[in-house]
């Protein structure tokens, strides 16, 4: 039997769902690397208050070398947290962009396969034309 047009349909629907999972998937790794983007800033913030308070009440001052300690320890965090993020982004992208490829190889398979199958039809229309023709010349010849 031979391979037409039409029996990709369902893989390509499939192909078309696996690249939308793969574009959700790195959406909610955007959307995660953001919201540690906002909260590196939000410490950044709260170290910057805090030292503030540690330079206006000099009683408050000894805590703030135990405070920044303790921030630098939740950046280092962060950084190693937001690498892994990025890391995995990086592999999301490419899972996309393969995902994307097998979709637009299927497409252009049957879109190979309707043209051929578009082409055998009009080919085997004309050898029916012709054979009504040569029939009607010799009936009328």
Known sequence: MANTAADLDSLIRLRKWVVDERQREL??????????????RELEK???????VAKSDPSSSFMFGPFAEDHKKRRERLAITL?????EI????ERLAAAFRERKTME???????????????????VELDEIAATQYRLNG
Not at 46 to 52: P, S
Not at 90 to 93: G, I, K, L, M
Not at 109 to 126: G, S
């Open 27 to 40: 959406g909610a790794l955007i959307q995660r690397e953001d919201q540690l983007i906002l909260y590196g």
């Open 46 to 52: 709260q170290l910057i208050r805090e030292g503030e």
């Open 83 to 87: 690498a892994a993020v990025r890391k």
């Open 90 to 93: 990086e592999d999301a992208r």
């Open 108 to 126: 252009e398979v049957q879109k190979t396969r309707a043209e051929r199958e578009r082409v055998e039809t009009n080919r085997r229309e004309q």
